[in-house]
C-alpha cells in the first residue's frame, strides 16, 4: 500500500494501463480482462488487475492533468514494481489530416511545464516513448485497420487554454494533438528506467471543432485498449 494506491503487495501487475477516468478504467477492466478485481478505491482513483489472454495486466486511473499522473506513475514504479506504464486517453486534434476517431501514438510529447521541471533547471529535456511499444502498438493498430498517426503531440498543463497563438504555432511544427499527461509520464518513466507509451484516441478537433459523439466514444476507446494490449504483450 502507498499513499495514494491502497492495493496489497502483489495486486499490481507489472503492465498498468492508464487511463485518465477512473470509470474508463472500471470499464475497461470489464470489458477487456478476465477475472478483473478492483485493487484501489483511494480518492475514488480505482484501479483494477485481470488477465488479458493469459497475460496479468492492471488498470489504474491517472486523474487528470501531469501532476496527478506523475503520483500515480511513480507509485505504481517505486512502490508496486510497474514495468511497463501505457496510457489510455483521449486528445484533441491539431492537423487536418488527424481525424476525430483515429489513433495517435505519440513518439514524443512536447510541453511548457512539468512536475518534473525542477529536476532539470536549464535543461529542456525532450521526453520520448519507449520505442519497441512503439512499434509493436503502430502494428497492432495497423492490423486492425484503424487510422494511425505517430509523432509528436503536446501535453498542456491547462484545459481551459486562451492562447490561440500558440496553437498554431505547434500545429504549423507538425504537432499531432493535445492532451494533458503524457510528458510526465514519459519522464517519469525515463527516471526510472521502465518502459512508457501514450496511445490516444482523437475524440475532438481544435481546428474543425468537431467531436465524437458520447455513444460512439467507447467504441472507438476500445480499439486504443485492445492496441495497447497487443503492444505490450505482442
Known amino acids: 500500500m502507498s499513499v495514494h494506491i491502497g492495493a496489497k503487495p502483489g495486486e499490481i501487475a507489472e503492465t498498468v494501463l492508464m487511463p485518465g477516468d477512473p470509470y474508463r478504467a ?12 478492483c485493487i484501489n478505491q483511494v480518492r475514488g482513483m480505482l484501479g483494477f488487475t485481470g488477465m488479458w489472454k493469459g497475460n496479468r495486466v492492471t488498470i489504474q486511473g ?21 514495468k511497463t506504464l501505457i496510457r489510455i486517453g483521449s486528445a484533441g486534434a491539431m492537423q487536418h489530416d488527424v481525424k476525430v476517431r483515429d489513433i495517435v501514438v505519440a513518439m514524443t510529447a512536447s510541453t511548457i511545464a512539468t512536475p518534473s521541471r525542477g529536476f532539470f533547471r536549464e535543461l529542456q529535456y525532450a521526453p520520448c516513448a519507449n520505442y519497441g511499444l512503439l512499434e509493436k502498438a503502430v502494428a497492432a493498430a495497423r492490423a486492425k485497420g484503424t487510422p494511425t498517426h505517430v509523432g509528436g503531440i503536446y501535453s498542456s498543463d491547462v484545459f481551459y487554454d486562451e492562447r490561440p497563438d500558440l496553437t498554431e504555432m505547434m500545429a504549423r511544427h507538425g ?48 480499439d486504443m485498449v485492445e492496441v495497447a494490449l497487443e503492444a505490450a504483450f505482442s
Not at 26 to 37: G, I, R, S
Not at 194 to 201: P, Q, Y
Request: glycine letters at 6%; one cysteine or more; aromatic letters at 8%.
Open 26 to 37: 472500471k470499464w475497461a477492466a470489464e470489458t477487456f480482462l478476465k477475472d478483473a478485481t
Open 62 to 82: 491517472s486523474g487528470m492533468g501531469m501532476p496527478s499522473l506523475s503520483i500515480y506513475a511513480n507509485e505504481l514504479i517505486k512502490e508496486f514494481g510497474a
Open 175 to 222: 504537432v499531432l494533438c493535445v492532451e494533458m499527461e503524457a510528458a510526465e509520464l514519459y519522464t517519469v518513466a525515463a527516471r526510472h528506467g521502465v518502459r512508457a507509451l501514450a496511445i490516444l484516441t482523437i475524440s475532438d478537433h481544435l481546428l474543425t471543432h468537431e467531436s465524437l459523439p458520447s455513444e460512439d466514444r467507447e467504441r472507438s476507446f476500445g
